[in-house]
């Protein structure tokens, strides 16, 4: 296979060791300010940074301030685990995730994280619903296949977030945890009861297989397992996205990495960004196919199952949010995704 990255699974941790201090990161007293971004979610505190002429994205990692680290169980900062595993390190040379060191610091209740990352937002796809041009989306898919080729075969022997735990975190249980501990988030206390609701009456034929996989996800996991794994990103939306003018893939937040299905990146991508798609989905997943077959993977043996089951996967992860929209394109989004989970049934 052309291009493959060997990981060594018994390879060191600490790699890179995580720092005391982002002054000792940078090697410079910092001052830094806040930064706001409309496309996070999640609560992450992030400031911006400027020393000796070179501008920093400072993201602080705590779990009593990120509820996706709660929804996840991310107690170790994976973004930090990736950096000291030397994990990054092997990325492709047309991704760039940006980050240059990590520094533990005391969070509210135990040891936190700050990732230093360069600030890459110039570069960035604009916010907003804007289509992504053509060009870049497939580039992006070119580059999703490169890394899913580089890590191909891979295991996870450093605590990243299990396949069993990857398509349920969005589940009904995630407004219950939040609410039981104060939380206010818009997303998890209110937008996602009040999308699963909705879904069990605008999805009717594919509710009863969601809810139940999201309860015993079991089926979907060894059925997923069976089939090819490599390291995926876990969340390639637009907002976390950017193209260097030399052609190279911006490619942030890696808080939802873990070994799984390949196929499971595209499925989210098609998913999360299909208000700025320049092509229908089905053409998007075809374009990363022949992506793979062009850096070396053979696709015809593995390709229709894990295809089918990935995309039953993240409709257990987003069917909330699209039962959401009221608009005929949102029926047919919705529509769309309902016949996806029933083909994706007929291969547990």
């Not at 090697?27 to 930064?35: C, D, K, P, Q």
């Not at 680290?69 to 107690?75: E, H, I, L, S, Y």
């Not at 609701?197 to 079991?218: G, S, T």
């Not at 990146?265 to 062009?294: F, G, H, T, V, W």
Request: with cysteine.
């Amino acid at each position: 296979m052309r291009g493959t990255v060997h990981v060594d699974a018994d390879g060191p941790l600490d790699v890179h060791p995580v720092a005391a201090s982002v002054s000792e990161v940078l090697g410079a007293e910092v001052h830094a300010e806040a930064l706001t971004h409309s496309d996070g979610k999640s609560g992450v505190a992030m400031e911006r940074a400027l020393v000796a002429g070179q501008r920093y994205v400072l993201k602080h990692l705590d779990a009593t301030e990120d509820w996706i680290m709660r929804a996840t169980g991310d107690v170790a900062c994976r973004p930090i685990t990736l950096w000291r595993a030397g994990w990054l390190d092997r990325l492709p040379p047309s991704l760039d995730h940006a980050t240059v060191g990590a520094a533990w610091k005391e969070g509210r209740e135990g040891r936190a994280g700050i990732l230093v990352m360069r600030d890459v937002s110039a570069s960035l796809l604009p916010e907003g619903d804007g289509e992504i041009p053509l060009e870049q989306h497939l580039s992006f898919l070119d580059h999703m296949a490169e890394l899913h080729v580089a890590f191909w075969g891979c295991r996870d022997t450093i605590g990243l977030l299990p396949l069993a735990e990857r398509f349920v975190w969005f589940g009904p249980r995630l407004a219950d945890a939040e609410r039981a501990r104060g939380g206010t988030a818009l997303v998890p206390t209110r937008l996602v009861p009040e999308g699963w609701a909705r879904f069990e009456q605008r999805a009717p034929r594919a509710a009863d297989i969601v809810f139940d996989l999201l309860e015993r996800p079991a089926p979907l996991v060894n059925a997923l397992a069976s089939t090819p794994q490599t390291l995926i990103h876990g969340d390639w939306k637009a907002g976390n996205l950017g193209q260097h003018t030399d052609g190279r893939t911006i490619l942030l937040d890696w808080a939802v990495t873990g070994v799984g299905p390949p196929c499971a990146d595209i499925a989210y991508y098609i998913c999360l960004n299909r208000a700025r798609m320049p092509q229908s989905k089905d053409d998007a997943l075809r374009a990363y196919r022949e992506a793979l077959e062009r850096h070396g993977v053979g696709t015809e043996q593995w390709w229709e199952r894990q295809c089918a089951l990935s995309l039953l996967g993240t409709l257990l992860m987003f069917g909330w949010e699209k039962a959401l929209g009221d608009s005929e394109d949102a029926t047919e989004e919705l529509t769309w995704w309902q016949e996806r989970a029933l083909e994706g049934a007929r291969e547990l």
